[in-house]
């Protein structure tokens, strides 16, 4: 399918691209594996659409306690950042390599999936327990906001129509932590019917799980089972509610199993 | 205009913004071996290479590319040899239609440019995207394998 007429522009920097996103309707676009399938379809009718892909907003850069991953960093070039081989962030690599297939793994953006917020996306689970915050730029400014409050609902978050993810920045679990991600993918499209990220360690623990409701959210580590009891949890046509609801206290124990087994190896 | 180096050869062409890299390759260059065999972004069948990394150039505004250089099945071929990957291919009945294989084909060379000795598993999930409907893919899983080896073989002498 051919997208519907649109006008492309590529952004020389970021003020540039915030002046674009002045038209009504303007899209970026980076990888383009989520935006380019639904303006094929048609359900995304963009007037213009800025490319950011060559902005250099990527990388993977530990700086002080912090660790920093650039928007436009692609699913590949986490899956080889040395800098992620280590207990305590060993979820985001093991996360990526479940994302989409290689070819998208070598487009897809992280700064993409989480502006795109499909309610069964990966990374952000991942992000939420390592209590990520996201950089954003504005023509009238930046603030900083942390993941817990970016996304707000299915493929909706508080980004403003002319503001950009900057910065994606993970404070770097104490000594002795583990992370872990563990998903049961939908066999034909590979999404999650449920997936869930932990992190334990002397801080304490932290479970999200992702593809059960409206947004990945995060259920606390002290007992996921009984926080996805009280929770809202959807069902379709591949997984029923209670289905999905049994399957995400499966994957957030193993979650937690993996992830206190690798704290282990980095006490 | 679009200026890109295709096949090792410098190209340009005139498309619009909404021409995906696939439309581009296959009516503006004439280059078909780029198939389109889904509307969704999912077979995987117009694989090519950017910049060496295997791409859905469905899922690739063409305009997205300048400057960049794209490998087509076409291109695979050196001085008229077939790359150790297509001879793998008909060796070991890596297709039966032949839909998907230039998708498929591209995609292991991008495994092997990587890995040159995958095991069997990661073969496997590096074909998550290509989608083949007639060989069970294990005669692919076995043509990369063999192509593998003959390209460390190749290395090595």
Partial sequence: ?267 | MLELVVNGEQRSLRVEGRTLLVHALRDGLGLTGAHIGCDTSQCGACTVLLDGRAVKSCAVLALQTEGTEITTIEGLAQDGELHPLQRAFVEHHGLQCGFCTPGLILTAADLLARDPHPTDETIRHSLRGNLCRCTGYQPIVESIRAAGAALREGAAR
């Fill in chain 1, 1 to 267: 399918m051919i997208p519907a007429p649109v006008r492309y522009v590529r952004a020389s920097d970021v003020e540039h691209a915030l002046s674009l996103l002045a038209e009504p309707d303007a899209k970026l676009v980076a990888g383009g594996q989520s935006l380019i399938p639904v303006m094929k379809l048609r359900i995304a009718r963009p007037s213009v659409v800025v490319d950011i892909s060559r902005l250099g907003l990527s990388g993977v850069e530990i700086r002080g306690a912090e660790l920093h991953l650039g928007p436009l960093t692609t699913w590949d070039e986490l899956l080889g950042a040395p800098e992620l081989r280590r207990p305590a962030l060993a979820a985001i690599a093991e996360c990526a390599r479940g994302i989409g297939d290689l070819q998208v793994r070598n487009r897809g953006t992280v700064g993409g999936s989480l502006a795109h917020a499909d309610p069964a996306s990966d990374m952000p689970a991942v992000l939420l327990t390592l209590g990520a915050t996201l950089a954003l730029q504005s023509p009238t400014g930046a603030r900083v906001v942390p993941l817990e409050d970016f996304v707000v609902g299915p493929f909706t978050t508080v980004l403003d129509a002319r503001e950009i993810i900057t910065d994606v920045v993970v404070p770097l679990p104490a000594t002795g932590s583990g992370s872990a991600y563990v998903s049961v993918e939908h066999p034909a499209s590979g999404f999650a019917l449920a997936g869930a990220a932990a992190l334990t360690g002397p801080d304490g623990g932290r479970v999200a799980v992702t593809g059960v409701a409206a947004q990945p959210f995060l259920i606390g580590g002290d007992d996921p089972e009984k926080a996805l009891q009280a929770a809202e949890i959807f069902g379709d046509r591949f997984a029923p509610a209670e289905y999905r609801r049994e399957l995400a206290a499966v994957v957030a124990r193993r979650a937690v199993e993996l992830a206190t087994a690798r704290a282990k190896e980095d006490a």
